[in-house]
């Protein structure tokens, strides 16, 4: 028995590990990695099998935020060229969700920015939802309207909706290094009210924001403490003209070490890959599957990932299944029946669906080989989906 199977016990049987095992994970070197990510899976497989669940995002208000998060590129005074747009109307989220759905999620997560929804804010996302669920009675939603006022969160219940949404982000005290509009209590809070009006709670983190791995350890305690049913884990994606613009951390190996102590933390929790996957991970990205459970198809809310048809390849390609769809089809006994070479699950025509999408977040043959290396080049602006007139990358 290695440490790692004892952590990988410890997890399997929802036992919290002690600090030194988590902040030994974001230690280990490179010749242990593959034994860190083997021990991971081995708590992933036991709470999730080999499903991968797909969520969707719609962004649903866009950009001109008051509030000042320093890693956002929809904060106040932004340089970040992204889409700026007010709300969506219903028929316009309906339909985006839709395409989602269509795609193979099971959830779609409606995000607006801002620091926080007024009333008649809540009537207009309540309106949506009820309008998606009665087309899309089995899909989930998941609301992510930033810091809750009383009664709204039992309002959003109300309407149908599963899930919330609010990240923790960063540990307590590395926050006022990344947010002076809002504080870390504040969004403690607005998890627990939603998770008190019966809302599966959704709070995950950023990694790469110049925190410590103590700091790492601390947001994935505090995660812990809170028991969210789903754990977003974000690489920073470091937008130019934001105060992080630069901010290049990261390298695919620390990502996976990152995720691993996640699981080990939160080891029944749906840690989901989020924002920055592509571009941090990169050709790793088959490796965390065997950490995380969930991941989100297609595009982020103001960058966009790479083609839906890719990540479905990539689930196929390193043997899990996306959760939710109908089984593969047997082999094929004879050419002439022989199925189109693509993804297994989900929707065997989902490469023909993207095939006009440019790929991104592909290195291309000139690029630096050191996995330290900058790679703004991988950053793309959003500018299809929701407020634009272009299909989404579904
Ligand atoms: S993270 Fe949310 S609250 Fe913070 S600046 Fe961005 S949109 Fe506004």
Redesign the pocket.
Known sequence: MTWLDDLADKAVNRELPTREEALAVLATGDDELLDVVAAAFRVRRRFFGSRVKLNYLVNIKSGL?P???F??S???GSAAEVLKYTWLKTDEIVASASAGVAGGARRVCLVA???GPTDRDVDRVCESIEAFKSEHPDVEVCACL?LLTDGQADRLAAAGTTAYNHNLNTSGGHYADI?TTHEYADRVSTVTAAKEAGLSPCSGMIAGMGETDEDLVDVAFALRALSPDSVPVNFLIPFDGTPLAGTWELTPQRCLRILAMVRFVNPDAEVRLAGGREIHLRSLQPLALHIVNSIFLGDYLTSEGQPGAADLSLIADAGFTVEGAPPAPAPATSSASKPAAGPASASASAPARSAALAPVATPSPAAPLSPDAPRPDLVHVRRRGPGTSLPANT
Do not use: L
Request: aromatic fraction near 8%; charged fraction near 30%; proline fraction near 0%.
């Open positions: 935020c509030e000042d998060c890693y956002c929809q904060r106040v920015s801002g620091r930033g947010c």
